[in-house]
């Protein structure tokens, strides 16, 4: 029997993700839906990707994943991130039903323009998942948040 492609039933985007040890259970700290920037070019600041596939069934020894973020307009990559995840050869089979959560880190990049970018998720290089991620100035008129950090290092003088 063929494996058919996994799919990805979430993308979360957040600051930062801890797995509690013992019981595995994930702490997604800070999500967010969108990225505002004092100005542009703007270098966004590290997060993670926190997945859940399904679909996975039978013997698999590993799996490659790889998240990217891309100008949809352009198709340009401006981050991407990827990883081999390897199975003991005694686990048991995988159960289509089952859920896995799956943390990505995705690293700074330079964003030039406001607009809305595309997060794609590839299982064995075949896309699972996608979801937008708008990158958007602070509203006009309004500072930077004071609970805002700067997300890069001032200039040097």
């Not at 993308?11 to 930062?16: H, P």
């Not at 607009?115 to 991620?133: C, D, F, Q």
Request: net charge negative.
């Amino acid at each position: 029997m063929e494996q058919e492609p996994a799919l990805c039933q979430a993308i979360l985007f957040s600051e930062f993700v801890i797995r509690e040890k013992g019981s595995d259970k994930l702490s997604i700290i800070n999500s967010f839906n969108r990225l505002f920037s004092p100005q542009f070019p703007f270098l966004t600041p590290p997060f993670f990707l926190s997945l859940l596939l399904t679909h996975l069934r039978g013997k698999i020894a590993s799996l490659d994943l790889t998240a990217r973020v891309e100008d949809p307009s352009s198709g340009h990559v401006l981050a991407s991130s990827s990883g081999k995840i390897g199975f003991p050869e005694d686990r048991p089979p995988f159960d289509e039903r089952e859920i896995h959560d799956i943390v990505i880190p995705i690293s700074p990049f330079l964003v030039f323009q406001q607009g809305n970018y595309s997060v794609v998720v590839l299982v064995n290089n075949e896309k699972v998942g996608e979801r937008m991620l708008p990158v958007l100035p602070f509203p006009s008129g309004q500072g930077m948040p004071p609970s805002v950090k700067p997300f890069f290092p001032p200039s040097s003088p």
